[in-house]
């Protein structure tokens, strides 16, 4: 695999920042269908270290009810992955941020497995988030197309995630390890628990090969300064999301309001 920007992008942001980094999710076409690009925008210049776009989906399992909204509000907008692409189509001649695309593997598969990567390495896109992906049908099937295409697969981790298969995931990845704070939906509030740190420490323990980022349950800048003190970074989602909607009709100001709040 030639070393593509947006093959180099992720492992470029980890070799530079060695703390604090800024994972944000925003879900395309949301909260109107045309902020996809402007949200993504201003993202970057407040100071998003990296950002995650949700492809919307009728069935988001594993998102609580502030990305499920959002998910259906941006399907009634119109947003399709074509209409996605298209919005994509010049961002890297306005930003550098790496960015990855995070959805469910039916709509992938639906618009084309092989379409979907090249669309997405033509849109700059950096890597892909696919909870639903088996391991296997990845190592098998799909990762020579990523590999072809420039893209990272990035693989989630939770709690209860015996310590084999986390080895396995850190030796197919080559960006970075979402680790799941916990075994419930996105959305949730509240400072981590003792449990919970637990398992911060332990994956922090092991000596993997890829940095992690701890995601699910950021919402503010204790939670993410907390998340920090185990891993490189963290990611918001939830939070974020409920904000852009509360502050759609300012969100250059929301955007800069949120991030310099969850930085502290």
Known sequence: M????????????????????????CTAGFPRLHDTVPVLRELSAAGADLIEIGMPFSDPIADGPAIQHSNQTAIQNGLTLSVLFEQLRDIRQELQTPLILMGYLNPVLQYGM??????????????????????????????????????TAVFLITPQTPEERIRRIDGLSEG????????STTGRTGSFSEAQE??????????????????????????????????????VGSAFIKAVEAGREDLPGTVRSFVAGLRG
């Open 2 to 25: 030639t070393d593509s920007p947006s093959a180099s992008r992720i492992r470029d942001l980890f070799a530079r920042r060695s703390g604090r980094i800024l994972s944000v999710f």
């Open 176 to 183: 970075f390890i979402y680790a799941v704070s916990t075994d």
């Open 114 to 151: 092989e379409r979907f990567c090249r669309d997405a390495q033509a849109a700059g896109i950096d890597g892909l988030i696919l909870p639903d992906l088996p391991m296997h049908e990845y190592e098998t099937r799909y990762r020579a197309l990523f590999r072809q295409h420039g893209l």
């Open 198 to 235: 637990a398992y911060f420490q332990r994956i922090a323990g092991m000596g993997l090969r890829n940095p992690v980022l701890i995601g699910f349950g950021i919402h503010n800048a204790e939670t993410f300064a907390a998340a920090c003190r185990h891993a490189p970074g963290a990611i």
